[in-house]
Structures are given as C-alpha cells and as structure tokens.
C-alpha cells in the first residue's frame, strides 16, 4: 500500500516537471517570469526583510509561474478543439492571460507595501 502510493508521488512529479518543461520550451513568458522571480529572490534576500515577508514575496512569485502554466494549459486546450478564430477560444485564452496579469500586479502590490514599510 505505501510503496503504491509512493510510485504515484513519483508518478505525479514526473507529469508536473514533463509539463514544467513543456511551458518552459514553448512560451518565452516563462523564462521572463523566471528571469524576473531570480532578480526579485536576489533583492529578496538582501534587503532587511523578516522571514515572513521574504516567504510572502518569493511565493507570489511561484504563484505567478503557477498561472503561466495553467494559461498555456488554457492554450493547448483551446487550440486542440479548435484551430478555427472563435470568439469563445478567444476569450478563454485572453482570460488565461488576464489571470497571469492579475496574479503579477498582486506580487507587484507585495513588492510596493513591503519596500513602502523600509522606507517609512
């Protein structure tokens, strides 16, 4: 029984780091987003933060490699059903890059209130 459940752990790391790599080699948003969460981890831990300002500031930024990746989902989706311009495919897609966009302006929120509380 927990040798089964192990090998679905394994199982499950596998199809999430195969479909990690999938963003990664198909949408060059992903590396921006990994450029920008490196740069940001950097200042991270070399302004005076506490630990929980350090963890809230670099989980919004996994969070937002979260939404990529189900926007590229949303993506393949869309486009598997159909290649034909549809109103409805369009929306969907847009709304997958909404959710990106929604969840970068929250960590770009964080970002401004934690600087704002140095600099006060």
């Known amino acids: 029984m927990i040798l089964q459940q192990l090998e679905r752990i394994k199982q499950r790391a596998i199809w999430s780091w195969d479909g990690f790599v999938h963003v990664y080699r ?9 450029v920008a969460n490196a740069a940001f981890a950097v200042l991270a831990f070399v302004l005076p933060l506490s630990a929980g300002e350090r963890g809230f500031l ?3 930024g996994v969070i937002v490699l979260a939404a990529e990746c189900m926007n590229t989902a949303i ?6 059903i159909s290649t034909e311009h549809r109103d409805a495919a369009k929306q969907a897609k847009d709304c997958g890059s909404a959710a990106v966009a929604v969840t970068a302006v929250g960590v770009g929120i964080g970002w401004v209130c934690v600087i704002g509380g140095l600099i006060i």
């Open 26 to 34: 198909t949408e060059g948003s992903l590396m921006q987003w990994l």
């Open 58 to 60: 670099l989980m919004g």
């Open 75 to 80: 993506e393949r989706v869309v486009d598997d």
